[in-house]
T-cell receptor, first 115, second 111 residues
Framework: DAGVIQSPRHEVTEMGQEVTLRCKPI?????LFWYRQTMMRGLELLIY??????IDDSGMPEDRFSAKMPNASFSTLKIQPSEPRDSAVYFC???WGQGPYNEQFFGPGTRLTVL | GNSVTQMEGPVTLSEEAFLTINCTYT??????LFWYVQYPGEGLQLLLK?????DKGSNKGFEATYRKETTSFHLEKGSVQVSDSAVYFC??????????FGGGTRVLVKP
């Protein structure tokens, strides 16, 4: 398997623009997670899905952020409008099955820079 | 709530030195514990895990023992290599599928 795939790997945009990050989970996995990593705040869980349904979005910072999972093989994280403080590395991860011992598989991340 | 505290880095070592990264946690119930590693420019990958008290996780020469009495899961390696330079994250999962991560510890191994 190719692992979790994220695109783009790097994104540079200007403040106020819409940004869409994409993720393809590992085939067969039923959980998908979006994380944000910054120097100041570390690794934060933004939202996660089970069987394409959002389960917990309590980590989504504000209404400018939205996430969708239209099918089992694709998810998007959208920021509109973007702000400089959104600059971070965004990771997508996927896992299989219910339970606290299951491994999450991470993608390579998208480095977002908002000017 | 659940939380993970790990030692701040960076930790700088010489090749073949002994590595210890401390990790303690606070959680309700009986969490599973994990160490993830992040190499430069990459995503996190699972290094090892333990799912119950006194379990020892091990992989690639790294070990960690789940200590319920001290709520700790310290990571150790007896002889590090330059290729072990990375950021190491301690994490727990107390229920469901949500991971709670520590702040990460950067390790730099010099030849």
């Amino acid at each position: 398997d190719a692992g979790v795939i994220q695109s783009p790997r790097h994104e540079v945009t200007e403040m106020g623009q819409e940004v869409t990050l994409r993720c393809k989970p590992i085939s067969g996995h039923d959980y998908l997670f979006w994380y944000r990593q910054t120097m100041m705040r570390g690794l934060e869980l933004l939202i996660y899905f089970n069987n394409n349904v959002p389960i917990d979005d309590s980590g989504m910072p504000e209404d400018r952020f939205s996430a969708k999972m239209p099918n089992a093989s694709f998810s998007t994280l959208k920021i509109q409008p973007s702000e400089p403080r959104d600059s971070a590395v965004y990771f997508c991860a996927s896992s299989w099955g219910q339970g606290p011992y299951n491994e999450q598989f991470f993608g390579p991340g998208t480095r977002l820079t908002v000017l | 709530g659940n939380s993970v505290t790990q030692m701040e880095g960076p930790v700088t070592l010489s090749e073949e030195a002994f590595l210890t990264i401390n990790c303690t946690y606070t959680a309700t119930g009986y969490p599973s514990l994990f160490w993830y590693v992040q190499y430069p420019g990459e995503g996190l990958q699972l290094l090892l895990k333990a799912t119950k008290a006194d379990d020892k996780g091990s992989n690639k020469g790294f070990e960690a023992t789940y200590r319920k009495e001290t709520t700790s899961f310290h990571l150790e390696k007896g002889s590090v290599q330059v290729s072990d330079s990375a950021v190491y994250f301690c994490a727990l999962n107390a229920a469901g599928n949500k991971l709670t991560f520590g702040g990460g510890t950067r390790v730099l191994v010099k030849p």
